[in-house]
């Protein structure tokens, strides 16, 4: 699936819109109230009026299914958050260092 293609959910009727058919879905929901706002079908953000134009790209379904276990393709740069596992391999190896302290503080 193409990851700029975004689709919503007419938080009115429940119906699956592709982007290109929301303004169409506005004019013709059967939901009560009508279609007051669409929700990201990938994010679940809601967006009310037009605002959902704006909304262009979303997670990926890598992102969103492996959620805490999803490694990321390297874009950011900064310092990837370290799981429990990770964190604790860390703090073996510093207090294994020579002239490591008794007590070794876990890391930042």
């Known amino acids: 699936r193409d990851p700029n293609m ?7 009727c429940n ?3 592709k982007k ?3 303004d169409a879905h506005v004019f013709q929901c059967r939901g009560s109230g009508g279609c007051v706002s669409v929700s990201c079908v ?7 009026g037009d605002d959902y134009r704006s909304h262009t790209s979303c997670v990926s379904e890598a992102q969103r299914y ?3 276990v999803y490694r990321g393709g390297g874009g950011g740069g900064g310092k990837a958050k370290l799981g ?7 703090t073996i190896a510093r207090a294994a260092l020579p002239g490591a302290s008794p007590a070794v ?4």
Request: hydrophobic share 30%.
């Open 6 to 12: 975004v689709f919503f959910l007419c938080d009115s």
């Open 15 to 17: 119906e699956t819109l």
């Open 20 to 22: 290109s058919r929301v």
């Open 42 to 48: 990938d994010c679940n953000v809601s967006f009310f």
């Open 66 to 68: 492996e959620k805490t």
């Open 84 to 90: 429990p596992q990770e964190r604790w391999n860390a």
């Open 105 to 108: 503080s876990p890391p930042p």
